[in-house]
């Protein structure tokens, strides 16, 4: 495994390749997508593109921070970190909380050991340095989004 | 002067079209000079003259039809005889051709070809081009050539028109202007920006920087968008062919008519229109129109008819495929809906209209078998996406043994559309200008009587319709009164109205392709997204129209 970023989301850490990472983006304020529910939590727009923003925590956790922050709109506001990741023509935003995210070098990657244990959205696991992190499947969680944003056309 | 086809828009293409045909036989005669013999330098030449000749018979430019015509006889001689080119003939040649310049000016001035003397140099031409003239001892063109004076046509030299003039018209590939209108979709987005800080300031100057700021883009706006639109004939000269070859593979005779090939439409908007009209022309003939065995049978002409028509409707433009075949057979669509999955209860709250729709089904043919032309079920539902793609709405409107017609009506242009920018729950929307008729102010009690022109309008929040929860207690809302296809006028109530703007419209692209009731987005100066709204879409979302409070 090359470099990484490493989250925790409600305990849970996961985690994903650099390479796959665009650029780690602040917002005031996600916006409004018609059809969106959860993990969708709306849009941002990046280098004139549209980016549909998901959030970790529903996607991994319980998802109750996240609810707690909803606005009438259904949206979050106040700051939010969202790392853009990208295959290809595919662009996604993981909305997360600045705190929780570290960066890993290849070094941290020493005697990693990975399970390719495929869940829902994580291609399996990882274990480095004593620490065991979910590798996180970001075509699955396009693919979702997609899947969600076209359901009630 | 030129005839029936003499306006502006053809004369600009026979121009640009002659100048690149005449600097090809300028470059053509030089090379042929060098090597009097070489096959591939006649051929070229003589492609050249047969072009221009052809495009001036098209334009009624007869003078200079029966010129080009002369010079062509010479270089089909020589392509015949392959006997070597001499001087004296390039001297001619190259006189004629300066000839020929000045007749392409005097065309683009508006001034008569019949002013030009060009006798002696057709005289001479046909001297050269006659077999029994050419004499063995003229010997064959090398190094630079005389050129006869163009005096010799009788010019004076006041009238001699510079050696090197650049032609008026200048051919650029299509993506520069899809180039110019992103930078002006960028530029848009900037003075969305710079105006919000002139609001806020108190500087007179810079609000009349913005003001003088904003009158130019909408200029160049406008500029770019003429510049990108095409007449409705590019898009059907294929046609033709496909209608024909499709008839003789099935044994059906068929005909095709066009109408309102001088609409003018955004070369995007034609571009995404190009397979669906394939599809559409195709379905028509392979499904459409009978055999004329049936069709006798029927009481019709033997061959069948195919119109494709272009309408304009201000901002807006209508093509229709209209067939006079066998139309839809509406119980065998309902089977095969079924058998696709669509529920029993759901077809039978349908009404024609929705049924109609099904046919673009992904998947769903009436076709009883599948050849190479149709019967797999992706033709229809390739044009229900591109029109949908391109902001327009689709209707299939057919009768037994009449015919069937699918309707598109779509933007005349995609790119930039003027949006009033209204306010949904905490959320900016784009309402494209062309479809709204009146906004108006209403209190929330007063929505459901709410008429326009006589009649009750149909009122539904925005916000409920694109699935927010709106409701914040306001007491007066604003009604955006919208003149909707075949479901009369309905109202969309809103928050508030921010104001109109010229957006440069984005394409959904995965995964918003299918997200319902938006046709695309833009991005305003301080990079929030706005999606501009499919009114029609949104509309049908409640069977049709919107129903009351």
């Known amino acids: 495994m090359e470099d990484g970023l490493l989250f925790e989301v409600e305990g849970k850490r996961l985690c994903l390749e650099l390479k796959s990472v665009e650029c780690v983006v602040e917002r005031e304020k996600v916006f409004f997508v018609p059809g969106k529910r959860p993990p969708v939590e709306g849009i941002i727009t990046h280098r004139g593109e549209m980016v549909a923003v998901v959030s970790l925590e529903r996607i991994y956790g319980t998802g109750e921070t996240g609810e707690a922050r909803g606005t009438s709109g259904g949206n979050d506001e106040g700051p939010c970190t969202i790392v853009i990741a990208r295959e290809g023509a595919r662009a996604l935003g993981l909305s997360v909380k600045r705190k929780r995210v570290s960066f890993l070098w290849k070094e941290d990657f020493e005697n990693m050991r990975f399970r390719a244990q495929p869940g829902r959205f994580s291609k399996g696991s990882i274990e480095f340095g004593g620490i065991l992190a979910e590798a996180i499947d970001c075509l699955a969680i396009y693919n979702e989004v997609s899947s969600i944003l076209s359901q009630n056309s | 002067m030129g005839r029936g086809m003499d306006d502006s828009r053809y004369k600009a293409i026979f121009l640009q079209e002659t100048h690149e045909r005449l600097s090809g036989i300028e470059k053509g005669l030089l090379e042929l000079e060098s090597n009097p013999q070489d096959p591939a330098a006649i051929d070229k030449l003589f492609r050249h003259y047969h072009s221009i000749k052809g495009m001036c018979s098209s334009m009624g430019y007869e003078a200079m039809k029966e010129f080009s015509h002369a010079q062509e006889d010479l270089l089909n001689r020589l392509r015949k005889t392959g006997e070597p080119a001499t001087t004296q003939m390039i001297s001619t040649l190259l006189s004629s051709l300066d000839a020929l310049k000045d007749m392409t000016r005097r065309i683009e001035d508006g001034l008569p070809l019949e002013g030009i003397p060009l006798a002696p140099l057709i005289k001479k031409i046909k001297e050269f081009a006659a077999p029994e003239k050419i004499t063995r001892e003229e010997t064959p063109a090398r190094g630079t050539p005389s050129a006869l004076p163009l005096a010799q046509g009788g010019q004076t030299e006041k009238e001699t028109p510079p ?6 018209i200048m051919k650029v590939p299509a993506g520069v202007f899809d180039e110019l209108l992103r930078i002006t979709g960028d530029l848009l987005t900037t003075l969305s920006s710079l105006k919000g800080v002139s609001a806020r ?9 913005v003001h003088s700021l904003d009158n130019s883009i909408e200029e160049l706006r406008s ?13 059907v000269e294929g046609l033709p062919r496909i209608v024909r070859d499709i008839s003789v593979k099935n044994a059906k005779e068929a005909e095709l008519k066009v109408e309102g090939i001088e609409e003018r439409l955004d070369r995007g908007v034609l571009e995404s229109m190009a397979d669906p009209l394939v599809h559409l022309v195709r379905n028509a003939v392979d499904h459409g129109i009978e055999t004329p065995s049936i069709r006798r049978l029927a009481g019709k002409t033997a061959k069948g008819t195919i119109t494709v028509g272009c309408e304009g409707k201000k901002e807006k433009v209508v093509i229709r495929v209209t067939d006079d075949g066998g ?4 119980n065998k669509l309902k089977e095969k809906a079924q058998e696709m999955g669509v529920a029993k209860e759901n077809l039978e709250r349908m009404d024609e209209k929705e049924l109609l729709l099904l046919v673009c089904m992904p998947g769903l043919s009436l076709s009883l078998s599948v050849t190479d032309v149709s019967g797999r079920g992706v033709g229809m539902d390739i044009v229900r996406n591109a029109v949908k793609k391109s902001g327009g709405t689709l209707v299939v409107e057919s009768s037994p043994e009449r015919g069937t017609s699918v309707i598109m009506e779509l933007p005349r242009s995609s790119s930039i559309a003027r949006v009033l920018l209204v306010r949904a729950g905490q959320e900016v929307m784009g309402i494209p200008v062309a479809g709204i008729e009146k906004v108006v102010e209403v209190k929330k009690e007063d929505m459901a009587g709410l008429k326009y022109g006589g009649e009750n309008i149909r009122v539904k929040r925005l916000g409920e319709l694109m699935g927010m929860d709106s409701e914040n207690g306001q007491d007066v809302l604003n009604v955006v009164i919208l003149g909707d296809r075949g479901t009369g006028e309905c109202g969309l109530a809103v928050e508030g109205v921010l104001g109109e703007m010229s957006a440069y419209m984005r394409p959904l692209a995965p995964p918003f392709s299918s997200v319902r009731g938006v046709t695309g987005f833009t991005v305003m100066g301080d990079g929030r997204p706005v999606f501009i709204l499919d009114t029609a879409q949104l509309l049908s979302r409640t069977g049709g129209g919107i129903s009351g409070q």
């Open chain 2, 223 to 235: 500029e770019i968008l003429g510049a990108r639109m095409l007449p409705f004939s590019t898009l």
């Open chain 2, 327 to 330: 139309g839809i057979d509406l």
């Open chain 2, 163 to 168: 050696l090197i003039s650049l032609p008026n």
């Open chain 2, 201 to 209: 300031s108190m500087s007179i100057e810079l609000k009349e920087k």
